[in-house]
């Protein structure tokens, strides 16, 4: 079946660091590219939705400046966290698609679990 | 009103018994519903798609659909201890400049007790 791979799968950083989260789609072109975040006993809140070589779109309240999206192929998008704070800590998980699949069918990474101190 | 809404819970439910799961939806035109299952600090994993109004089954797990009454629900049959997780319902909505994109509920939290 389709796989994602997703890391690092925790990370900890100081405040004013930037971090970088990888995800890969193993076995097919991932055409689009969701990025996800959930705060301790809270659900899948939807940060940006990326097409293959476009720019990403961010959900409203999500700044496009502190959370860089780049989906420059179609098995690989980045999310980096720039100047991080410890409000940003949460677990940040992405999910792609295949071509021709919109989001009927998603595959998700295992999610990347980052702390700021 | 949330786009979809679920109890948080938690629900506890007796080993070998029915667990019921429900989700209301607030997008009139949705077509793509589904259950995910999350177990503490992991990604969710797919349990359920369903498109059409009624039943769908897939071994213990039956979900059912009211599109009139934008419900969604998830029923586990037999429930054993490692269906102990949260529950999210999910919608699919199509979005600005017509993205696609499944919008969460808050999840259910389940609890089969041995």
């Known amino acids: 079946g389709a796989v994602v791979s997703q890391h690092p799968s925790w990370v900890i950083c100081k405040s004013g660091t930037s971090v970088k989260i990888e995800c890969r789609s193993l076995?097919?072109?991932?055409?689009?590219m969701f990025w996800y975040r959930q705060f301790p006993k809270q659900s899948l809140m939807l940060m940006a939705t990326s097409n293959e070589g476009s720019k990403a779109t961010y959900e409203q309240g999500v700044e496009k400046d502190k959370f860089l999206i780049n989906h420059a192929s179609l098995t690989l998008s980045t999310l980096t966290v720039t100047s991080a704070h410890p409000e940003d800590s949460s677990f940040y998980i992405c999910?792609?698609?295949?071509?021709?699949?919109?989001?009927?069918?998603?595959?998700f990474g295992a999610g990347s679990r980052l702390t700021v101190l | 009103q949330k786009e979809v809404e679920q109890n948080s819970g938690p629900l506890s439910v007796p080993e070998g018994a029915i667990a019921s799961l429900n989700c209301t939806y607030s997008d009139r035109v949705s077509q793509s519903f589904f259950w995910y299952r999350q177990y503490s600090g992991k990604s969710p994993e797919l349990i359920m798609s369903?498109?059409?109004?009624g039943d769908k089954e897939d071994g213990r797990f039956t979900a059912q659909l009211n599109k009139a009454s934008q419900y969604v629900s998830l029923l586990i049959r037999d429930s054993q201890p490692s269906d102990s997780a949260t529950y999210l319902c999910a919608v699919r909505v199509v979005a600005n400049f017509g993205n696609e994109k499944l919008t969460f509920g808050t999840g259910t939290r389940l609890t089969i007790i041995p």
């Open positions: 369903i498109y059409s109004n």
């Open positions: 076995d097919f072109q991932a055409t689009t």
């Open positions: 999910s792609a698609s295949g071509r021709g699949f919109g989001a009927n069918v998603l595959t």
